[in-house]
């Protein structure tokens, strides 16, 4: 049971630290600019899919932008960016699995799809942005 609690631990402070919690704050940010882009994108007559895809590589520059500066305190680079956005390969397949079967199979509206794509994939993309793209391998309990 002791192993159970430490690994229930670590699992909790990992995903319930103030980096997490920033993590989340611009993630909501960015789930609005993704939603508001594909939105403007669509008005514009761009298809629904692919309006999400653009709307969401916008708001993804954005999002890096952000954890870089007020999250992680990383100072820009294109490599960083690089390894960001790599990050989020598998948040985007996620998405689009999610926004695919939502709007085009189930016919929920388009907000509401992309809204649960973005709050299925947040915390696998953390994971991946903390380890890789930003480089923090080792979890500390206070404060990360």
Known sequence: MT???????KVFFFFF??????????GSFNTFNCVVFSTLLELARVQENLAFAIGYM????I???????????RKLS???YSKF??????????QNIVTF?????????????YIVAALLGTPVTFLF?????FGEKKSRHNNT
């Open 129 to 133: 942005l903390k380890v890789f793209a």
């Open 101 to 113: 079967i939502f709007f085009n199979i189930i016919n929920v509206h388009h907000v509401i799809a």
């Open 78 to 80: 294109f490599l960083r």
């Open 63 to 73: 999002s890096y932008i952000c954890n870089s500066l007020f999250n992680f305190k």
């Open 58 to 61: 916008i708001s993804l520059t």
């Open 3 to 9: 192993k159970f609690n430490e690994n229930f631990k």
């Open 17 to 26: 630290s103030k980096r997490f919690l920033i993590y989340t704050l611009i």
């Open 85 to 94: 956005c790599i990050s989020y390969i598998p948040n985007f397949i996620i």
